[in-house]
Antibody, heavy 121, light 112 residues
Framework: QVQLVESGGGVVQPGRSLRLSCAAS????????MYWVRQAPGKGLEWVAV????????YYADSVKGRFTISRDNSKNTLYLQMNSLRTEDTAVYYC??????????????WGQGTLVTVSS | DIVMTQSPLSLPVTPGEPASISCRSS???????????LNWYLQKPGQSPQLLIF???NRASGVPGRFSGSGSGTDFTLKISSVEAEDVGVYFC?????????FGPGTKVDIK
């Protein structure tokens, strides 16, 4: 079955960097667009970034554009989120998710369990 | 960006009774291919979100038949034909038409 396991979260000071990883298994990773979605403590869901199955297209929320970079390594079945210049408002649980449709962008389907990022001095 | 709104924001339900949630978008979500790019998610307490409905009215794999999605353009509805206790949680709609995807604020469903 589909498994998505995030890692790399932790406590980091404002202005510093962090890289999240999402290890995928149980499906043909290279065939699906992948997402990062975050949820601040006690708040709703906020889409962060999406990358197409072939890595050609990448899109970001305005709140992270220029600071975060989404990437993937299809040979390692792994999704990444490089987060630079972190701010306190980036504190959230970060989920990775797989698209519902192969080779298309139709929205997240399967989600990981999330990894908590806390930005605090 | 497309702004998503939901109503109500809180919905007490009675098991066995129907329930519905409304979602509205600030712009039409109807694609030229005929699909409405609107998804519904449920986040149960302490869990990751799960996809219920995609592209307006398509039930995701494993989703019970009591859940259905309808609507077109800017007005959408999620219906639960007969609520069960396990349906409690927060329901979110999400537009996936514009590639600055946006979620609604969420509707908290709990048992009366």
């Amino acid at each position: 079955q589909v498994q998505l396991v995030e890692s790399g979260g932790g406590v980091v000071q404002p202005g510093r960097s962090l890289r999240l990883s999402c290890a995928a298994s149980g499906f043909t990773f290279s065939g699906f667009a992948m997402y990062w979605v975050r949820q601040a403590p006690g708040k709703g869901l906020e889409w962060v970034a999406v990358i197409s199955f072939d890595e050609i297209n990448k899109y970001y929320a305005d709140s992270v554009k220029g600071r975060f970079t989404i990437s993937r390594d299809n040979s390692k079945n792994t999704l990444y989120l490089q987060m630079n210049s972190l701010r306190t408002e980036d504190t959230a649980v970060y989920y990775c998710a797989r698209d519902v449709r192969q080779q298309l962008v139709c929205g997240p389907d399967d989600w990981g369990q999330g990894t908590l990022v806390t930005v605090s001095s | 960006d497309i702004v998503m709104t939901q109503s109500p924001l809180s919905l007490p339900v009675t098991p066995g009774e129907p329930a519905s949630i409304s979602c509205r978008s600030s712009q039409s979500l109807l694609h030229s291919n005929g699909y409405n790019y609107l998804n519904w998610y449920l986040q149960k307490p302490g869990q990751s979100p799960q996809l219920l409905i995609f592209l307006g009215s398509n039930r995701a794999s494993g989703v019970p038949g009591r859940f259905s999605g309808s609507g077109s353009g800017t007005d959408f509805t999620l219906k639960i034909s007969s609520v069960e206790a396990e349906d409690v949680g927060v329901y979110f709609c999400m537009q996936v038409l514009q590639t600055t995807f946006t979620f609604g604020p969420g509707t908290k469903v709990d048992i009366k």
